[in-house]
């Protein structure tokens, strides 16, 4: 029995040490790696152009309706004053920019065409240059096919 006590403390006391090799770290492989930085720019790349249209869309619904803002604040004046401002600074709107920070456009002799050369309204108009910031009051250039304007009168807003 002291024989058998002897074993059993000595396996008790004995510690075991297990050593890993330089195979058993933890960690990530060079592979594994390039694999999650693969899939990741994947999912960038598609993710970026949804989000960009996304944005424009965003963009261009602000400033339906800020032009639909402006549109009533012409509209009071002319019930006031029967006549149209001559500008918008005589409404203190003069200074109000669109969704790609450009002021917004206001004529009291409308000017904007459509493809057909037929004038847009007849009273006023009321635009935005859109994203790229150009404009030609012509109808049929594609330099107008950001713009967002009010036409016919204000029955419609949006781009042109």
Request: hydrophobic share 40%.
């Amino acid at each position: 029995m002291n024989e058998s006590n002897y074993i059993l403390n000595s396996i008790r006391n004995h510690t075991v040490t297990i050593r890993r090799s330089a195979d058993d770290r933890a960690g990530f492989t060079l592979v594994e790696l390039i694999v999650v930085a693969a899939i990741l720019g994947i999912l960038i790349s598609v993710v970026t152009p949804l989000m960009y249209s996304a944005l424009q869309a965003a963009r261009v619904a602000a400033c339906k309706a800020d032009i639909r803002t402006i549109e009533k604040a012409v509209a009071t004046v002319v019930a006031e004053m029967n006549a149209l401002p001559a500008s918008l600074n005589d409404i203190n709107l003069g200074t109000q920019l669109d969704p790609w920070h450009r002021p917004f456009e206001y004529s009291t002799t409308p000017l904007i065409e459509d493809d057909a050369l037929n004038k847009l309204n007849t009273d006023y108009d009321l635009y935005s240059k859109g994203a790229d910031g150009a404009s030609d009051p012509a109808g049929g250039n594609p330099v107008n096919l950001d713009d967002i304007v009010r036409a016919h009168e204000g029955s419609y807003v949006g781009e042109r």
